[in-house]
């Protein structure tokens, strides 16, 4: 059973930079899909970036995109959120989610199979 720790949320001012870490406690991670959602106040959680372990594979919610950077480090499975020119809209809850089931399965973020207990990140002058 993979297991999901994140780390690295905080108070940023509007376009500055934050880095978002997961650490996965897994054997293998070669068969999954990992990534991030987020949820802000008041709003239903959403996709923000995923990659496929095994092949680095990304994903991007449009919102995100050419912003944020979601990236991995096989060697010590870790999964990280490299977060730029931040902007107020992206104040949320950030949690780690992982699952074998697809890309397609995991972007609809419906069930998946972990999810991490989440990490606030305030973009807030």
């Known amino acids: 059973q993979v297991q999901l720790v994140e780390s690295g949320g905080g108070l940023v001012q509007p376009g500055g930079s934050l880095r978002l870490s997961c650490a996965a406690s897994?054997?293998?991670?070669?068969?999954?899909?990992l990534g991030w959602f987020r949820q802000a106040p008041g709003r239903e959680r959403e996709f923000v970036a995923a990659?496929?372990?095994?092949?680095?594979?990304?994903y991007y919610a449009d919102s995100v995109k050419f912003r944020f950077t979601i990236s991995r480090d096989n060697a010590k499975n870790l999964l990280y959120l490299q977060m730029d020119s931040l902007k107020p809209e992206d104040t949320a809850v950030y949690f780690c989610?992982?699952?074998?089931?697809?890309?397609?399965?995991?972007?609809?973020?419906?069930?998946?199979?972990?999810w991490g207990q989440g990490t606030l990140v305030t973009v807030s002058s």
């Open positions: 897994a054997h293998t991670l070669s068969d999954y899909i």
């Open positions: 990659i496929s372990w095994s092949r680095g594979r990304t």
């Open positions: 989610a992982a699952d074998k089931r697809g890309s397609n399965y995991f972007v609809s973020g419906a069930d998946l199979e972990v």
